[in-house]
């Protein structure tokens, strides 16, 4: 029986070097980094790792660095998410030889499809992969998984192991769990929500694939550890802390920058990502990194920036600009202008 998909997988993050190549050396420091910061497991070929933005041959290859890097200290569990099933498969097949444990596919996209033509799309697949499958929920991209499909793919076939739900719905969750864990012990269940992770985890969530544990993998794993021993009053407070930098990084950006941005702050090079920003679009980002830097300074894993923190307000965007007047003000001091 294989291993069951347990604790935080991170959704790798992909650095890109000044042709805008997988930079593989850094790619392969940035996995090493992750498994010596306490993550679970990997995820490459995720929605954080921009897999729509890569060819399926760079995604290979993305696959293959990983396992090889990983070199089996933690498990591997591969995007495998093509526009059909015979490429979907083929995939499969590939990440299988590389050694990934298992495979994550997202359910139809681009067409809407009927819950009968999504339990066909993964019943077709299940019946002839060679690496065990992990459904991939995201409503907000694909055709929505319901909950009768997955028991079904579950009751009828032992290779679907387990289901990443991004929708960060609780009570589809519980739903979930209850009609499915009776008959499926083994079922692994995934939020991909780090919002509501400590709460996922309290009503039996097994863990997490969290963009955030690209950038704080020390706290995305101490919020499971602490939900998992029953302590749920620590596991809550550390969910409050983590929000506040997971909306830093998920809406003032174009999805996956802000992420980026916390982890080069980690010290690494993620270069210019794959989808084009306009000259605004980058000053912002500048801006933003510094409030970034600052909460990141208030979980002690960085320094603060040199001309110090603004107060927050915990809006994003008053945040940013009172974060750019406070460092203007600071250059100023130092000039002697006051």
């Given at each position: 029986?294989?291993?069951?998909?347990?604790?935080?997988?991170?959704?790798?993050?992909?650095?890109?070097?000044?042709?805008?190549?997988?930079?593989?050396?850094?790619?392969?420091?940035?996995?090493?980094?992750?498994?010596?910061?306490?993550?679970?497991?990997?995820?490459?070929?995720?929605?954080?790792?921009?897999?729509?933005?890569?060819?399926?041959e760079e995604r290979r290859r993305i696959v293959a660095i990983t396992c090889h890097e990983a070199?089996?200290?933690?498990?591997?569990?591969?995007?495998?998410?093509?526009?059909?099933?015979?490429?979907?498969?083929?995939?499969?097949?590939?990440?299988?030889?590389?050694?990934?444990?298992?495979?994550?596919?997202?359910?139809?996209?681009?067409?809407?499809?009927?819950?009968?033509?999504?339990?066909?799309?993964?019943?077709?697949?299940?019946?002839?992969?060679?690496?065990?499958?992990?459904?991939?929920?995201?409503?907000?991209?694909?055709?929505?998984?319901?909950?009768?499909?997955?028991?079904?793919?579950?009751?009828?076939?032992?290779?679907?192991?387990?289901?990443?739900?991004?929708?960060?719905?609780?009570?589809?969750?519980?739903?979930?769990?209850?009609?499915?864990?009776?008959?499926?012990?083994?079922?692994?269940?995934?939020?991909?929500?780090?919002?509501?992770?400590?709460?996922?985890?309290?009503?039996?969530?097994?863990?997490?694939?969290?963009?955030?544990?690209?950038?704080?993998?020390?706290?995305?794993?101490?919020?499971?550890?602490?939900?998992?021993?029953?302590?749920?009053?620590?596991?809550?407070?550390?969910?409050?802390?983590?929000?506040?930098?997971?909306?830093?990084?998920?809406?003032?950006?174009?999805?996956?920058?802000?992420?980026?941005?916390?982890?080069?702050?980690?010290?690494?090079?993620?270069?210019?990502?794959?989808?084009?920003?306009?000259?605004?679009?980058?000053?912002?980002?500048?801006?933003?990194?510094?409030?970034?830097?600052?909460?990141?300074?208030?979980?002690e894993l960085i320094d603060r920036p040199a001309s110090g923190c603004a107060p927050r307000t915990?809006?994003?965007?008053?945040?940013?600009?009172?974060?750019?007047?406070?460092?203007?003000?600071?250059?100023?001091?130092?000039?002697?202008?006051?």
């Amino acid at each position: 029986m294989a291993i069951k998909l347990q604790g935080i997988f991170t959704p790798t993050l992909v650095p890109l070097d000044e042709r805008g190549q997988v930079n593989e050396p850094e790619l392969r420091r940035f996995i090493s980094w992750l498994i010596d910061h306490g993550v679970h497991g990997l995820y490459p070929n995720g929605s954080t790792g921009e897999f729509p933005r890569f060819t399926a041959e760079e995604r290979r290859r993305i696959v293959a660095i990983t396992c090889h890097e990983a070199r089996g200290r933690v498990p591997v569990l591969a995007g495998a998410a093509e526009a059909n099933v015979k490429e979907t498969l083929a995939a499969c097949e590939a990440y299988h030889a590389m050694g990934a444990q298992a495979v994550a596919i997202v359910s139809p996209f681009y067409f809407k499809l009927s819950p009968e033509s999504v339990y066909a799309y993964f019943a077709e697949i299940a019946r002839h992969t060679p690496i065990d499958v992990t459904l991939y929920n995201i409503p907000m991209f694909a055709s929505p998984i319901d909950v009768p499909t997955i028991r079904r793919l579950a009751g009828e076939f032992p290779r679907v192991i387990g289901i990443k739900d991004s929708s960060g719905d609780l009570a589809f969750m519980m739903r979930m769990i209850a009609a499915i864990r009776p008959l499926r012990p083994d079922f692994s269940f995934l939020t991909g929500w780090e919002a509501v992770l400590a709460p996922m985890l309290m009503i039996g969530c097994d863990g997490g694939t969290n963009a955030s544990s690209n950038a704080v993998p020390e706290v995305t794993r101490r919020i499971y550890e602490l939900a998992r021993a029953g302590n749920y009053q620590e596991a809550m407070k550390w969910q409050y802390r983590i929000i506040e930098l997971f909306d830093a990084m998920l809406f003032p950006f174009e999805f996956p920058d802000g992420f980026r941005s916390a982890a080069e702050l980690r010290g690494f090079r993620f270069g210019q990502g794959r989808q084009p920003l306009t000259s605004s679009q980058q000053s912002d980002r500048t801006a933003l990194a510094s409030v970034l830097q600052c909460i990141l300074a208030d979980f002690e894993l960085i320094d603060r920036p040199a001309s110090g923190c603004a107060p927050r307000t915990r809006q994003l965007e008053q945040d940013k600009i009172e974060q750019v007047v406070f460092e203007v003000m600071h250059e100023l001091q130092k000039r002697g202008v006051f």
